[in-house]
């Protein structure tokens, strides 16, 4: 995602006055000589900086101490410089490294970025040895890091001495759930299905707050089996066809079934790792995706918003077949024929049986798609992929910020405000955006007066709006007519163990 240009400099060092976290004391290229150093300029919202953070990851694991990877975020979106939202990223997007939070954007223009993800690779004399912009960063940049450690060590001059880090993930309570980010309420059964993101699995409870169902060991993985074998990575979106549940299993980038009549999961699209060339039509079980995010059944078909591809994809259920519905592929806020129209990060999806309305996150905006025969893509409410804030109003002129979950009810749209932490609606009567819960201000309060932290996915079910309270690690719920919202208490814990 590209911001302004620019041309490359000579890297500076970093300011003395600006925060970190994930580590014990600021840090400075002076400091680090000796080490090959790789700093990445990302965004917690985008996409594709979230496919960087696991290489980084495995480089650190792979190659420190000679070696260390620093995240330099700066922030897309203006909620996204809290330092308290940055730790909740790194806490929820699992990174080990150091994090410098450029809330200012001061590192970034003093480098002469223009675009994340960018990545920045020094060697242990200081100098720059390469600039690459985009993910594949591993698979790009990991020979000249085993080369710079090789001749460094040889030379004597490598420093070998780790970097004190302090885990942010260590001060987190725990809790039943942790960052669950996907929620589906079943009316008929008076089911939900929770997605527990970081827990790697999906939970089945009673309107009550009654665990039925465990799916999946817990642990980060990619295996089919029964529910206690099963093993998903950061499961998202949901969708419900009898006792079948899809899931959008992000981190695998893939699609899950999960029969609760034979207590089974099943893949049945994606390979278990991420499509960095565009994604061909054809057979799903052999097809990399792009992290899939949300999902809805329309007609015997899955439709996938396909966030990493910008694109919304659809798989049909009984051939297995899989091919992209609407996007180019490239990011933008472009209307008119679904093959030709830019989407941007599409996220949450619902629909009227008509059309598909979904979330670009990227451009924070509401958009729909007509369902076969139709063939226009348009917009309801977002101006560019850079025009975001928080006014409610008529639809062609509010504001969102970063929008993900999405449900249709009764002809209107609820809308999950998440960086806003508001859920909205958009009225389909006169076409306007409404706050219905929240003040804006980050909380866990019930009652009128409710506060919410990154609210990421809702269901309406039993008069009720059930709400993926994702940095709250909760769901909250709250009548659909108005009233005070509060919080749901899953037991028996011991199921959650």
Known sequence: ????????VDVPEFPEDVEWLNVDRPLSLRGLRGKVVLVNFWTSCC?????VIPELNALMCDYAPEFVAIGVHAA???AERDRERLRAAIQRHEITYPVLNDRDMRVWDAWQINAWPTSILIGPDGRLIARRTGESVGATLE??????IQSVT?????DRTAISCRDERASMRDRPLSFPAGILADDRAERLFISDTNNNRVVAADFDGEVIEVVGTGR???EDGAFDEARLHHPLGLALDGHVLYVADRHNHAIRAVDFEQQTVRTIAGVGH????????????KRALNSPWDLEIVHHRLYVTMAGAHQIWRLDLRSGEIEPYAGAGSPGLVDGSRGHAMLAQPSGLASDGVRLFFTDAGSSSIRWVYLPPGSQLGTRVGQGLFEYGDRDGPARRALLQFPLGLEHHAGDLYVADTYNNKIKRLTSRISEIETMLGTGTAGCEDGHAATFNEPRDLSCAGGRLWIADTNNHAIRVAPIEGGPVSTLHLHPLGRLD
């Open 1 to 8: 995602m590209r911001r302004r240009r620019s041309q490359p």
């Open 47 to 51: 996409i594709n900086c979230m496919h």
């Open 76 to 78: 897309k979106c203006s």
């Open 143 to 148: 020979e000249s890091i085993r080369a710079e």
């Open 154 to 158: 040889r030379s004597g001059r490598a």
């Open 220 to 222: 980060g993985g990619f």
């Open 274 to 285: 991420v499509a960095f060339a565009p994604i061909e039509p054809g057979n799903a079980m």
